[in-house]
């Protein structure tokens, strides 16, 4: 009989019979070693979409070198493959698989002559051990895919307590996801303080979510799960929409508010932000206020030419751009004469240092100098003292944000903390 060398292609119903197939047609063992190639497919893609499929392809071509005759290899989505191997006896042997198919990835990825490295994700699981039937075997293969995603590994072989940590992050989106629906988010708005004047000059819109048990999520922990799931437009929508009507509202302190908006990496190229902006703008944009968009420079640095037309197209619509977390992710000095921003926000951890050295407050005053040569302005966020601030002011950054001055407050606080500190 000859060898099958040849990618089958199948969606989800066709693969359980196919598995079903194989499981009896083969005596012994089955593992299913389901391959989710997206990261380095969304990278390609990000440049051009023809690039990706390429890859993909060649992706699949390799993989069939590690497929004997009683193997088979399955393109189950876009840019997932399933391998089903059989006799593959021992958990050595499934991690030497698993680790051949990250060679052939590579060897991919070499042959595109593309210069970059990036991960797949592998989940692995086998027939009779973890599971009786196809249903089960590819379910534990997933599970075991989404415990290598959760815990940032190249392969999860399946067990128990993947299987716990996968069924944590499931429950988590299904509680975000009606969260989501039924509107369960508040707003919280961290001031904004000119640092020569101390003076309000507006706030920072920070997401604020207490689940069914009562407990306070963390934006940080909640927002990429919202990725995850797709809602994450839903909870940018309600903030737009939130931050420009509750602003509205503010007290007179004498000049427009500047109100601050965090915006997610992967959504400045992958959706129609501008859409969004605009369309909330158009609707909710009042007399009293300007909008900026935070992005972290690391997505900035992902940046392809498509997300910086984005931005200029947002920067056109009046809407400022400001670079989050900067100094975290090794910015080139050429970056700053392209970038389409107006503020450039220094990352706490170097503010936390200032004091300590004269190379770290040089650091610093030098970011301070290079982003005004830029027609930059610049915030430092995370202040926490005195000493801080008055070092800040020395170095001629404009605003600062932090909790020695005030931490993020819910709407009914931060109107009266505006009309307190206005004078
Ligand atoms: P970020 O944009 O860097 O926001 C600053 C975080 O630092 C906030 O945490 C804020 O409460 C905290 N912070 C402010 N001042 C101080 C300080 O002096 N000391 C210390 N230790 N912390 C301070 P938070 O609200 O937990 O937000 C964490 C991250 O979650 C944000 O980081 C942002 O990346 C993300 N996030 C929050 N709201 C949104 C949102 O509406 N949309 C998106 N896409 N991301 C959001
Ligand atoms: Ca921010
Ligand atoms: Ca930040």
Redesign the pocket.
Known sequence: MPLVRELIKTDAENLESEVSNRIEKVSGSVTLFIVDMREISRILARSEQAKSSRFLNLAGKLLLEVCGEQDRIYRIGDSTFGVLLTGIESIVHQQMAAEKISRLKNDAIREMGAAFNSNIRIGIASYPEDANNAIGLIHKARIALESAQLLGKNYVIYSKNSASDVSTKWNLQEELAAAILANKFR??Y?PKVDTKTGRPIGA?????WTNEEGVAV???VF?PVACDIGL?NE??RY?LTTALIESAQWPDIGHRYNVS????AN?VHETDIQNIVSSSLSIFGSDNCDLTL?I?ETSLLEASKQNFRCLNELRAMGVGISI??FGTGYSSFSYFKDIPATEL?I??SFIDKILDSDKDRNLVETIVMLAHRFDLSVVA????TADQLEALKQMNCDYV????LS??LPNNEIGEWFAKHRA
């Open positions: 707003l919280h961290q920072e819109a920070l997401l604020r963390r934006p940080d927002i994450i909870l940018t903030v908006v965090n915006l997610e959504t935070e972290t989050d977390d926000k990352d706490k966020e995370g202040v926490e944000q932090g909790y020695y931490k993020a």
